[in-house]
């Protein structure tokens, strides 16, 4: 008896959780189909946080390029301009021409003086070309007007015509000035 009660009550036992079993089965089913659809929704998310990260990635990967490309160009400047420098510098001391002391400074102070008539006569020529282009334009500007009034007079052009050109020809005066004046600043700072 104590078997076919225990037989009975595992039999009850058993069917209870079948029943249990089935009577959650379509619960379940709406779950799975819920649980999928959430797990879609952050398989997605994660795709599009993955993209954005990777976006970033790229875009920085590329400011840090264009970042050493400036830092070559800009190192590779330096290093042409230093070695201009190295070229023709002054430098003076590194290479002593083999001389010493006085010897040496006095060498120096002969390249001063040579350098310091170079660009005197650069700027006296300077000054020539300054002068004889003043000079140019002081005739062109003559003949011109000369020109304009024989026309005027003739009638072969009107009034507003003439004063249209003579106030080009007074504004090309006044650069004439101008450039005199340069001149003349320049022949007073090489007397001085």
Do not use: H, W
Request: hydrophobic content about 25%; proline content about 1%; charged content about 50%.
């Amino acid at each position: 008896m104590k078997n076919s009660i225990k037989v009975l009550f595992i039999i009850a036992f058993l069917f209870g959780c079948i029943t249990i079993g089935f009577a959650q089965k379509p619960e379940q089913a709406g779950k799975k189909e819920k649980v999928e659809k959430k797990i879609k929704k952050e398989k997605k998310e994660l795709n599009e946080d993955v993209e954005e990260v990777v976006k970033e990635k790229k875009q920085k990967k590329q400011k840090k390029q264009k970042k050493e490309k400036v830092e070559k160009k800009i190192k590779k400047e330096k290093k042409e301009k230093s070695e201009k420098v190295e070229k023709e510098g002054n430098s003076f001391g590194k290479d002593k021409y083999g001389l010493e002391g006085k010897a040496y400074g006095q060498e120096r102070a002969r390249q001063a003086k040579l350098n310091k008539e170079e660009k005197t006569k650069e700027f006296e020529a300077t000054l020539e070309k300054g002068k004889e282009k003043a000079n140019k334009a002081r005739e062109k500007v003559k003949e011109v007007k000369d020109n304009l009034k024989a026309q005027k007079s003739q009638g072969r052009i009107t009034d507003k015509e003439y004063n249209d050109k003579l106030e080009r020809i007074e504004a090309i005066e006044k650069e004439t000035d101008s450039l005199e004046q340069k001149i003349e600043k320049g022949k007073k700072l090489r007397k001085s």
